[in-house]
C-alpha cells in the first residue's frame, strides 16, 4: 500500500499554534513511521526540507521503510524546487509545476494519512474529490477539533486515533 503523508511544511510554527511540545509529538511521529514500516507500505511525500514529511520520512528511513516516493515538480519554473531533498526518495514522480502537486500526490496514494492541518494539507485533502483515494485518516490527537462536516462532504475521510492506526492501515 502507498501512503501518502500530510503534514506542515514548517512544523515549528505548528508546534507554536497547538501548543504541543515538539519533542513529544516527534515521538508520536517516530512510533507512526515504525508501524508504517513494519508492515511494509511506501510512502509518498513531497520531500521539502525541513517539513514534517521530510521528517517523517527520516524516521521511515531509520526503521528500514519499504520505499519513499517523492511528488516533485521538476518542470517549474515559477517556484523551484531546491528546498526539495530529491536524494531521501527511491522514486520521484514528477508532478510538473507546483499546482499539480496536490493531485500527483492524491493519484499516487492509496490512502491519506493526516498528521497535521494546515491550508496546504486542505487543498490535498479537496483535490481528493477528483482524484480518488481510498480514504483518509486524520489522526485525533493532531487536530484542535473535530473535522468541519461542510469540508468533509463526500470524502472518505475518517478521524483516528493514534491507538486505532496499527489496525486501519
Same mark, same amino acid.
Given at each position: 500500500m502507498k501512503i501518502g503523508i500530510l503534514g506542515p511544511s =514548517?512544523? =515549528?510554527?505548528w508546534y507554536k499554534l497547538m501548543k504541543i511540545k515538539e519533542k513529544d509529538y516527534l515521538e508520536k511521529i517516530k512510533y507512526i513511521a515504525n508501524v508504517i514500516a513494519n508492515k511494509n507500505h511506501s510512502i509518498v511525500v513531497v520531500p521539502h526540507k525541513d517539513s514534517l514529511s521530510h521528517i517523517f520520512a527520516q524516521y521511515y528511513i531509520d526503521f528500514n521503510g519499504n520505499k519513499v516516493i517523492g511528488v516533485i515538480p521538476l518542470?517549474?519554473?515559477e517556484? $523551484?524546487?531546491d528546498?526539495?531533498?530529491k536524494e531521501i526518495c527511491d522514486e520521484i514522480i514528477n508532478a510538473g509545476t507546483w499546482r499539480n502537486v496536490p493531485e500527483s500526490l492524491d493519484e499516487n496514494s492509496d490512502i491519506l494519512l493526516v498528521l497535521a492541518l494546515g491550508p $496546504? %494539507?486542505?487543498?490535498? %485533502?479537496?483535490?481528493t474529490k477528483w482524484f480518488k483515494v481510498n480514504k483518509i485518516y486524520v489522526i485525533k490527537e493532531f487536530t484542535s477539533q473535530p473535522m468541519h462536516k461542510e469540508l468533509t462532504y463526500k470524502l472518505p475521510i475518517e478521524e483516528i486515533s493514534l491507538e486505532e492506526l496499527e489496525n486501519k492501515i
Open positions: =514548517k512544523p =515549528k510554527e518542470e517549474d519554473t517556484f $523551484g524546487y528546498y526539495l531533498d $496546504g %494539507i486542505f487543498v490535498e %485533502i479537496g483535490q
